[in-house]
């Protein structure tokens, strides 16, 4: 996900100092990953948003789960929701196509 956010940056012209850089690289990650987890609750069946949801052990922020439990709650979406991987990649073609179209806007 990090390349996915470089090169989105990249691609947008956005150019920071380094230490923003890094802030703003990290602020990027948890808004795409927000967006994809809020996207893949919807898609679920009403049956599998109670696993997902004991998947988070009731944390209302998936931001503060480790990486294990992370990774946990991917497969159990790759299991429940049909076509998740072209799902997940057109999220993140839009959020890329939205954050350039915004910065071309502030320029």
Do not use: H
């Amino acid at each position: 996900m990090l390349q996915f956010i470089d090169s989105l940056i990249k691609k947008s012209g956005l150019k920071l100092k380094e230490d923003f850089l890094v802030e703003y690289k990290e602020l990027l990650l948890e808004r795409i990953e927000k967006k994809i987890w809020l996207v893949m609750v919807d898609e679920l069946k009403d049956e599998a948003v109670r696993g997902f949801y004991e998947r988070t052990m009731g944390s209302e922020n998936i931001d503060e789960l480790d990486d294990e439990k992370k990774k946990e709650l991917v497969l159990f979406c790759q299991n429940n929701i049909p076509d998740f991987e072209k799902k997940v990649l057109r999220i993140m073609d839009d959020f890329a196509t939205q954050f350039i179209r915004n910065i071309k806007l502030m320029k």
